[in-house]
């Protein structure tokens, strides 16, 4: 039996995955993009959303940043009601959002849709500890080789 691939916005599609984590529903997404690399790899790993209830510095979640456009950043500083949010991948560049722009966090990476990592453990938020505390410099170098040979 041949499936189908369907394509369908993001602006749709990730509209309709924030409603259904509105509704206390889990949701697994397919990621596209380098903005998450080196821990998440668009095209090869997908995410569980869940809407959790409050969120924390080192969380990956979706956010609506304005209507129809949504991203998947790790939160970078939360001042009051005020997020700040900033891609693994990217050196410098940040976006902004409100708390309730949040539909939902990550609980787990699935690599090639098989192995379960869980992005809320200890552990995982150490490795992302010790990426940003990295040297600006360091993090270049290892993006720039991660993006020509892709093996992380």
């Given at each position: 039996?041949?499936?189908?691939?369907?394509?369908?916005?993001?602006?749709?599609?990730?509209?309709?995955?924030?409603?259904?984590?509105?509704e206390?529903?889990?949701?697994?997404?397919?990621?596209?993009?380098?903005?998450?690399s080196?821990?998440?790899?668009?095209?090869?790993?997908?995410?569980?959303l869940?809407?959790?209830?409050?969120?924390e510095?080192?969380?990956?979640?979706?956010a609506?940043?304005?209507?129809?456009?949504?991203?998947?950043h790790?939160?970078?500083?939360?001042?009051?009601?005020?997020?700040?949010?900033k891609?693994d991948g990217?050196?410098?560049?940040?976006?902004a959002?409100?708390?309730?722009?949040?539909?939902?966090?990550?609980?787990?990476i699935?690599?090639?849709?098989?192995?379960?990592?869980d992005?809320?453990?200890?552990?995982?938020?150490?490795?992302y500890?010790r990426?940003?505390?990295?040297p600006?410099?360091?993090?270049?170098?290892?993006?720039?080789?991660?993006?020509r040979?892709?093996?992380?």
């Amino acid at each position: 039996m041949k499936t189908t691939r369907i394509i369908v916005p993001n602006a749709i599609m990730l509209g309709q995955v924030s409603e259904f984590l509105s509704e206390g529903r889990s949701v697994v997404i397919n990621t596209k993009g380098q903005s998450m690399s080196p821990f998440i790899r668009g095209e090869r790993d997908s995410v569980e959303l869940v809407k959790l209830p409050s969120v924390e510095v080192g969380d990956i979640v979706l956010a609506q940043l304005a209507p129809g456009h949504y991203v998947l950043h790790r939160v970078n500083a939360i001042s009051g009601n005020r997020v700040r949010l900033k891609g693994d991948g990217n050196l410098d560049a940040t976006e902004a959002c409100n708390l309730q722009d949040i539909c939902g966090t990550a609980v787990a990476i699935l690599r090639r849709g098989k192995r379960r990592i869980d992005c809320t453990t200890r552990c995982r938020k150490r490795c992302y500890r010790r990426w940003v505390a990295a040297p600006r410099i360091v993090r270049r170098i290892v993006l720039g080789f991660y993006r020509r040979i892709k093996i992380l």
